[in-house]
């Protein structure tokens, strides 16, 4: 069964840094792309960040040159460093993995975390 468990969200004030952290278990071999997505109340989930095997990463504008993601090499663990939060960084953040081989040597897609909430107090 393939999973993706998140760990590291919590309560930060304004300025202040948080590290998430995201294991997936289940799949054969490496995940090739493991990315993090962010839904605030009211709002459509929107990508954060992404880092493939190859150590390659993506970042939506609003991120760039605050936070970080990064890969404990051939494992499937992805973590994302975020400094200078700000108010609008509050969200639930998720880790997702848009395509996985499982552990039937099959390829399958989409798999989400349950999400880890993050609140930024101004």
């Known amino acids: 069964q393939v999973q993706l468990v998140e760990s590291g969200g919590g309560l930060v004030q304004s300025g202040g840094s948080l590290r998430l952290s995201c294991v997936g278990s289940?799949?054969?071999?490496?995940?090739?792309?493991m990315a993090w997505h962010r839904q605030a109340p009211g709002q459509q989930r929107e990508f954060v960040a992404s880092?493939?095997?190859?150590?390659?990463?993506n970042y939506t504008d609003s991120v760039k040159g605050r936070f970080t993601i990064s890969r404990d090499g051939a494992k499937n663990t992805v973590h994302l460093q975020m400094n200078s939060l700000k108010s609008e960084d509050s969200a639930v953040y998720y880790c997702?993995?848009?395509?996985?081989?499982?552990?039937?040597?099959?390829?399958?897609?989409?798999?989400w975390g349950q999400g880890t909430q993050v609140t930024v107090s101004s």
């Open positions: 997702h993995a848009p395509r996985v081989v499982t552990s039937s040597g099959v390829y399958d897609y989409d798999y």
């Open positions: 289940g799949v054969l071999g490496g995940i090739y792309v």
């Open positions: 880092i493939t095997t190859g150590g390659s990463t």
